[in-house]
Nanobody, 121 residues
């Protein structure tokens, strides 16, 4: 499975961005698609995840602002980010998991290349 992420950039506080992640290869094996992020000097943290059936999980810090969605027909997962804050600045990674949902990033089987999101005035 290969993952390719798109959509990062520079945005002002309060602005919006949408990230996309396109999966290719043996995608039938994938159950969970997720977005993680890692800021300089910080650990990689889960932002949001969605299962094949549509169940979602979010970090408390993004609830009400971010929405994850999945288009199985297009093999694509999206992360709509609204009301962005300076503390959302990080490299965002798309990840895929064959097994059941979990939070530790170490359990994910496949990773995209990362896309930089910078929130600054």
């Amino acid at each position: 499975v290969q993952l390719q992420a798109f959509g990062g950039g520079l945005v002002q506080p309060g602005g919006s961005l949408r990230l996309s992640c396109v999966a290719s290869g043996s995608i039938f094996s994938i159950n969970v698609m997720a977005w993680y992020r890692q800021a300089p000097g910080s650990q990689r943290e889960l932002v949001a995840a969605v299962t094949r059936g549509g169940g979602t999980n979010y970090a408390d810090s993004v609830k009400g602002r971010f929405t994850i969605s999945r288009d199985n027909a297009k093999n694509t997962v999206y992360l709509q980010m609204n009301n962005l804050k300076v503390e959302d600045t990080a490299v965002y990674y798309c990840a895929a998991l064959k097994g059941e949902y979990g939070q530790p990033w170490t359990i994910y089987d496949y990773w995209g290349q990362g896309t930089q999101v910078t929130v600054s005035s």
